[in-house]
């Protein structure tokens, strides 16, 4: 069949690039005539016979000839009437080659909103490329008749305020082209008229758009289902309203609800500076698994004068009296040997911190811009206890003062985005100590040197320490105040407990209760649990109790010792890491880890499991060659969950004292010390932990809401309800940031029940600025105070130049390539996959389509027409 014609069957049938009809069949739909075919000729003939009877025997006028014609044409008429009861289909077999899917993806997030600072030839040439002139002219025409109606107009970012009208683009020679967002390039691309590749994309592909402005996912263009480029949908589609670019969550979105099936090709358009979510790279990996390239162009410069306190280094918790080091990190580009001045200030950020409400300059230095990262330490002693805001700043020193009574810092000049400039982590200075409780059957050398380390530990001291050992005297553990009577402590007294090791303890040992208080421990209060496997009763010992549940590993109550050869721990990925679980470094460089745990030796012996938790636990150190059940995860030695609000650690053996060999207590305290500040810190400390008020977040932007909870305690620690509390809710004072210098605005709220012990509300929050919460314990009747910032800059402008190694290594992922402003236009015909061949059989009812219906109407009005030529009545 000649192609042209297939093509009109396939078009006239609803298909597009029908190459072949294979074969073709007639068949009956209805269920009597597919059934009885027979039926159906019969009734056939039957039409056939009457028509030439009537027009014979009823119709004798006119001439023979155009009788014979009338009855043929009523026959047929009749048939066709007929054949509708019967369902007449007809099935194809068609091969075409469809045009496969292109997708377009462009940032909508606030980065795109930035206007670039970019140098007078390079921005010459990236409005040649897009047409901005163009674009420009017919944009403030818009805003023009629009003003003329109502004074304002939208910018284009989805925001509705005044416009300051942009020129057109000057040819070249003249002055300079007007500094624009973004996404305007973006906009002018699409407003071509010639060379658009959004254009060019559609007429080889089913071209389908989206924006990345969630944090979750992607919002679809609407389009045609053609997958026609409509140019003024788009450009309305493109706003910069996005708070933070999530890349991965997007890509793996477009994956999951829209899919890749004869997705051929991707076209990203970002600055891509991902700042939330997964990494994009693991989702382009699945876009290359599924065959599709994807493209990029990058917007935004590859580097820019910018200066960023990367990080404040503090810890969470500081101890009253003793100095710590404080460390600032600048990160800076193209700015060497500028010099700089670093400002670090302390502000009492709660209603229990002891000092005035007047910041506090702890230090100011001034440093020349060297390296491209440079650390600046500040020693500080803290004088006073609370919780504390530190704000590191960076920039040049001015004359004038800000509304702190201090020397105003302000970005570097030339500096696009300024608010990375500053830093700041909440820190609480206590004097307090940290409580742990060690149980243990009898005294072992890891009870003895961990005791001796935390003796001397600031945070835990003498009063810190608590052990119950269950061989003990009676009357030692009466009299000596390092010993606790009784394994099952009043709540009162075992809920300040911060973190518990649990040795080598038969399971007759340890009661229902006490099993059921550390589940609660840290489940509920987010305590911290050390479980110390031993030679003698070993962890098997709590298979039959509550403890089970919690491990990260599931213990076997028939397994035994292994100690028939000595080995090495190996420490896993996460384990050499560091990072995250910072007490596996032993000291501050992986050659520290590399020596200490070298250090340990060869052990003697180890504790076999049967098995990890699977997708909540992270091992850390592991067997050489042993293995747990199923035969090829080798034995965990160190692993660590989470629980509820806690974690709980496994050591699969009692000799990590072997560290102190040749070095004292170095690496011994490298590993115990940040272990225990991770499980005990993580919390609020002692007593502290029966009543608790927290955010959601500690940085929101102007018309979030905030989330506050509280979780309340009585004095035996049993969670209170409604009932419990006067009015039937906790009563909280919103302290709103000041709008004036006569101070601030407060509003008081009622905090409600949620479940028993915990108490949510939620806080619209406007302003920008910092926000207090201060709440009132309904036991004690004391406050409690927490600090929030609403920034009125999203995340988007902390960063002004494009992240480049991640444009070009998803490009690469997927075998794609990136573009620019300049390029883009090439990528059409740079891009020519082929068609798929796709063969498919589909079936269509002959007597709903307009040719059937052409002809019945045509053999109805041609056989009346002919019988009045003829004068047949």
């Known amino acids: 069949m000649d192609s042209w014609l297939t093509s009109l069957i396939g078009r006239s049938l609803g298909y597009d690039d029908v190459t072949a009809i294979e074969s073709w069949r007639l068949s009956f739909g209805s269920g009597w005539a597919h059934g009885a075919p027979g039926l159906v000729y019969a009734g056939l003939v039957g039409l056939i016979v009457l028509s030439v009877v009537f027009y014979r025997r009823y119709q004798r006028r006119g001439r023979r000839a155009a009788r014979i014609a009338l009855a043929g044409g009523r026959a047929i008429l009749l048939c066709l009437l007929f054949l509708i009861l019967a369902d007449p289909v007809l099935e194809l077999k068609l091969t075409s080659n469809p045009k496969p899917v292109f997708w377009v993806l462009v940032d909508g997030t606030d980065s795109m909103a930035i206007e670039d600072k970019l140098p007078e030839d390079e921005r010459r040439r990236f409005a040649d490329a897009v047409a901005l002139g163009n674009y420009l002219a017919s944009r403030d025409s818009k805003l023009t008749a629009s003003a003329n109606g109502n004074g304002l107009a939208a910018n284009g970012n989805g925001h509705g305020e005044e416009q300051r009208p942009h020129a057109s683009v000057p040819s070249s020679g003249s002055a300079p082209p007007p500094a624009v967002s ?484 170095k690496y011994y305290r490298a590993f115990w010390g940040p272990l225990i500040k991770r499980l005990g810190l993580s919390h609020a400390l002692g007593s502290q932990k029966r009543f608790v008020v927290r955010t959601d977040r500690k940085e929101y932007r102007a018309d979030d809401k905030v989330l506050l909870s509280v979780e309340a305690y009585d004095e035996d620690f049993e969670k209170l309800t409604e009932t419990d509390v006067d009015g039937k809710s906790i009563e909280a004072t919103v302290i709103r940031p000041r709008r004036s210098v006569e101070g601030h605005t407060e509003t008081t709220l009622a905090v409600s029940q949620l479940k028993p012990g915990v108490f949510e509300t939620r806080i619209p929050v406007f302003e920008p600025g910092e926000y207090r919460v201060r709440v009132t314990d309904p036991v004690t009747k004391d406050t409690s105070e927490v600090h929030f910032q609403v920034a009125s800059v999203s995340a988007e402008r902390r960063s002004a130049v494009r992240n480049v190694a991640l444009e070009e290594s998803l490009a690469a992922e997927t075998g794609g390539r990136t573009y620019s402003l300049e390029t883009v236009s090439k990528l059409p015909e740079d891009f020519s996959p082929p068609r798929l061949v796709e063969r498919s059989t589909d079936i269509f009812p002959i007597w709903s389509t307009w040719p059937f219906f052409v002809v019945v109407i045509g053999l109805m009005l041609g056989e009346w027409f002919w019988r009045k030529m003829v004068n047949l009545a």
């Open 182 to 665: 973004r996404m305007d390039y973006v906009r002018a691309i699409a407003a071509r008229e010639t060379g658009n590749p959004f254009q060019k994309l559609s007429e080889k592909f089913r071209l389908k758009t989206f924006v990345l402005d969630r944090k979750d996912g992607v919002r679809a263009v609407e389009a045609d289902d053609d997958g026609r480029f409509e140019p003024q949908a788009f450009q309305k589609a493109l706003t910069t309203d996005g708070d933070v670019t999530a890349l991965g969550a997007g890509l793996e979105d477009l994956l999951l609800r829209h899919g890749a099936g004869n997705v051929a090709g991707m076209l990203v358009i970002s600055d891509f500076d991902q700042n939330t979510g997964p990494t994009p790279t693991a989702a382009a990996r699945k876009l290359a698994q599924a065959g599709v390239k994807l493209f990029t162009v990058g917007l935004g410069p590859a580097s820019a004068r910018d200066l960023a306190v990367k990080n404040l280094d503090a810890p969470l918790k500081m101890k009253k009296a003793e100095q710590s080091t404080l460390t600032i990190t600048l990160a800076h580009d193209e700015l060497d040997d500028r010099p700089v001045t670093v400002r670090l200030i302390a502000l009492p950020a709660g209603a229990d911190s002891a000092a005035s409400n007047e910041p506090v300059l702890l230090g100011e230095k001034d440093v020349t811009l060297a390296e491209r990262s440079t650390s600046v330490e500040f020693p500080f002693t803290p004088e006073e206890t609370g919780r504390w805001v530190f704000t590191a700043e960076a920039g040049e020193k001015t004359s004038t003062l800000d509304e702190r009574g201090l020397a105003r810092i302000v970005p570097l000049e030339g500096e696009v985005v300024g608010q990375n400039n500053a830093a700041d982590r909440e820190v609480t200075i206590i004097d307090d100590f940290m409580r742990l409780l060690y149980v243990e059957y009898e005294p072992t050398w890891e009870w003895r040197f961990v005791k001796e380390v935390f003796h001397r530990d600031p945070l835990v001291g003498l009063r810190g320490f608590r052990t119950y050992l269950r061989s003990s005297d009676p009357v030692v553990r009466e009299r000596n105040e390092l010993f606790t009577n009784s394994l099952v402590l009043p709540r009162k007294e075992f809920f300040q407990t911060d973190v518990i090791f649990l040795g080598d303890m038969p399971s007759s040992a340890l009661s229902t209760r006490f099993c059921e208080l550390v589940k609660e421990f840290v489940g509920e209060f987010g305590g911290g649990l050390v479980v110390i496997a031993g030679p003698r009763f070993g962890p098997g010992q709590l298979a039959a109790t509550p403890l089970a549940d919690m491990l990260p590993v599931r213990v076997d109550s028939d397994a035994r010792i292994r100690d028939e050869r000595e080995f090495r721990l190996e420490l896993t990925a996460f384990g050499r890491s560091g990072g995250q679980f910072d007490f596996m470094q032993l000291g501050t460089s992986p050659e520290d880890a590399l020596e200490g745990w070298n250090n340990l030796g060869r052990l003697p012996w180890y504790q076999p499991v049967k098995a990890v938790e699977p997708g909540v636990t992270t091992v850390l150190a592991e067997h050489p060659t042993d293995v747990t059940s199923d035969g090829r995860t080798k034995q965990p030695l160190i692993a660590i969950r989470k629980y509820g609000k806690g974690e709980v650690v496994y050591i699969a053996f009692d000799e990590l004292w072997r560290l102190r060999r040749a070095h004292g207590e």
